[in-house]
């Protein structure tokens, strides 16, 4: 399974009255490890886009262990939880630099049609982005 890592300084803006990141940020910093999951893979967000194809989210679910301050340092672990060539689940772990759990979560994503909002499968429509998910999801894998 492809694992992409991605870095986070804690930024003063993040954190609410109580000093700890506001909840809501978490759910940035897993888009910040979805898009570099994408990237590592060899795609571009943008460029999907451009190309009348859009990606929401259908679902989120997060479980808070422990906060981040001011300063600290996450490193988000983003991964292909499930791929049925309709929907993707990508999963997150976001880790402190004890190397702690602190946040868990996934965040389910289907592809549309960016004018009609009509659910598209990345196969027909992504082929290249097809063929790397499954590979994400089982490197192993001999047949496409």
């Given amino acids: 399974m492809h694992v992409t890592h991605t870095e986070i300084e804690v930024r003063y803006a993040e954190t609410d009255q109580m000093g700890v990141v506001h909840h809501a940020t978490y759910l940035v910093w897993f888009e910040l490890g979805r898009t570099r999951f994408i990237k590592e893979l060899g795609f571009s967000y943008p460029k999907m886009e451009e190309n009348g194809v859009l990606a929401p989210v259908t679902d989120i679910n997060i479980s808070y ?56 499968i990345m196969k027909k429509v992504l082929p290249d982005w097809h063929m790397a998910y499954m590979d994400a999801m089982n490197p192993s894998r001999q047949e496409r």
Avoid: M
Wanted: aromatic letters at 14%; a negative charge.
């Fill in 65 to 120: 262990k422990k906060p981040f301050r001011y300063g600290d340092t996450a490193t988000i672990k983003t991964w292909l939880d499930d791929y049925s060539g309709l929907r993707a689940i990508y999963g997150y772990e976001i880790y402190n630099e004890q190397e702690e759990l602190c946040i868990t979560g996934t965040s389910s994503h289907v592809l549309v049609n960016k004018e009609t909002f009509k659910p598209l």
